[in-house]
């Protein structure tokens, strides 16, 4: 209980000192911008802005306080669940990106379906063929998959399957087809380094005494393989998850733009392109927010799988 | 070195057959990024409406673009601006990071483990929202996106040397190099340099790949590269309503990012076995 107790304690330290750290960069950044986010505000319509205009929405956003103020109040504000409201469309920040949150979260789990598979079937072909050609083609699959721009793949995907095989939707969300192509995507982006740890965990669990014992009580070597090495080789990959969260957040929005899946990244890309200020503060904050949630989750999770620890006989 | 010493590491450096190709695909994207001036048969800017959209050709060999360009020679372009820029930010990323992680691990004491808690930190957010953030607070283009990943990955290579020297501090030559009255410039010169070398240099081939990556992506959806400059990601960018009907406005660009960035990994694992860098560091 203890330690579980200083794991979800070092987690919130970590969580506030990304965020203070990060807000507060951006919040800096925004202000040694040459460009100023309130004459590009007046500027979009074409309209000539008058020095009162300028003054008026100056003060509306309180631009014209110094910046620790600015930085005060957003924190304040951000301790009330209020991420402020998007300067183009009005709408509170946490709304918008709250309401974009499913839809990422389902690519996402679509992308660790694809992940899964790849990274089982090819890790496990280059462990158990190590040396010899089907770890070859295991090295070269994870090899080119970190190669390859994951829009590009994306576009191939869209070009063969969607415009010459006509067997699947182009862009948008609805169907479980639509769901395909994004998920691949994804998965195929992420699965190189599962693949090589995967290969690496299972060649050192193959080589380990229990596996021998188990050889020796005569068991198949399926039986071995898939109940036994292949349960003890999963547990590090939940780890390797938790680390890898970021880029799956990073990658997702690549994804979401090419198949115009309507996620946060998509909201986020858009939200840059016009400078929308408040909009990026909240995002960072909540990408912030999942990552040490998704990590605290996953050192809960090992708790579990590894009593060992529980027990101070090992650190995490 | 002995001419027979470097005439056997040569030996030993090409028979892995990743790093011949890795080697090999080197040559070939340098040749380009030096000499592509020079070897492009038309102008990368030239626009031509007459001749928009023509396939593969003699006079086209990847054909021509929505603006009657030659892609050919936009791509031949494009390697010295992709190429150059991912060498030159992890360039300086290396050269901000590296000294603050070797004087940090050096030093050590209270002022560094409060340093590394505010990097880890840091470092455990996705560097792609990161430099979308920084990019989108200093304005989407290709400069501020140079200056985004300069500013992520730096961090990166000073937490990866201060660890490293943390480990080779506490071995016996460092302690003999003390002892002996080096300053702590001198130890830090020539001997703990040379050994955490190898492991920057193996990680830096990686990184170049993927910063090149990065810069594509973001130039894709809009955020790095902008028209008409021939970048990969803001050439797919830029083509992509015209993928149907002329398929190698697609194929070209994206195969390019893609042997470059496998040139990068395979140099980076060719390399990583070349220094025995897994059974070096145990």
Known sequence: MRKTLSIVASRLVQLLIMVSVLSFVTFVLMKVTPGDPIRDLLNVDDVVATKADEEKLKKEYEFDQPILVQYGKWILNVMHFDLGESIISKRPVIEMIVSRLPATIALTTGGMVVLFLLSISFGTLGAVYEGRWPDFISRWVAMLGASIPSFWLGLLLIYFFSLKLNLLPVMGKGTLAHFVLPSITLGVAMAPMYIRLLRERLISTLQSPYIEAARARGLTKERILFLHALRGSLIPLITMFGLSIGSLIGGVTVIEILFSWPGMGELIVSSVKQRDYPVIQGYILIVGFLVVITNLIVDLLYLVVNPQIKQGKETV | ?282
Not at chain 2, 140 to 167: C, D, E, F, K, M
């Open chain 2, 1 to 282: 070195m002995e001419p027979a010493l470097i005439k056997s590491r040569a030996l030993k450096l090409i028979h892995d057959p990743t790093m011949t190709i890795g080697l090999f695909l080197a040559l070939l994207l340098g040749g380009v990024t030096i000499l592509g001036g020079w070897l492009v048969p038309h102008d990368p800017f030239q626009i031509n409406m007459n001749n928009r959209l023509q396939g593969t050709s003699f006079d086209h060999w990847f054909g021509t673009d929505q603006l009657g360009r030659d892609v050919f020679s936009r791509i031949i372009y494009g390697a010295k601006l992709t190429i150059g820029l991912g060498v030159f930010a992890i360039m300086i990323a290396v050269v901000i990071g590296v000294p603050i992680g070797l004087f940090s691990g050096f030093i050590g004491g209270r002022v560094d483990a409060f340093l590394m808690r505010i990097v880890d930190g840091i470092l455990s957010f996705p560097d792609f929202i990161l430099a979308i953030a920084i990019a989108g607070m200093l304005g989407p283009n290709l400069t501020n996106l140079i200056i985004a990943i300069v500013l992520v990955r730096w961090i990166v290579y000073a937490r990866v040397v201060r660890g490293l020297v943390l480990a080779e501090k506490e071995k016996e030559y460092v302690l003999v190099s003390k002892v002996s009255f080096s300053s702590a410039f001198k130890t830090i010169r020539m001997h703990l340099i040379p050994q955490i070398l190898p492991d920057i240099i193996v990680m830096a081939a990686i990184d170049v790949g993927k910063v090149i990556l990065l810069i594509s992506a973001f130039s894709y959806i809009g955020l790095g590269a902008q028209p008409p400059i021939p970048e990969w990601g803001a050439m797919l960018n830029e083509g992509r309503s015209y993928f149907q009907v002329v398929p190698s406005l697609m194929i070209y660009p994206g195969l390019a990012i893609m042997l470059t960035v496998l040139c990068c990994n395979l140099l980076g694992d060719g390399l990583k076995n070349y220094f025995d860098i897994r059974k070096r560091r145990g």
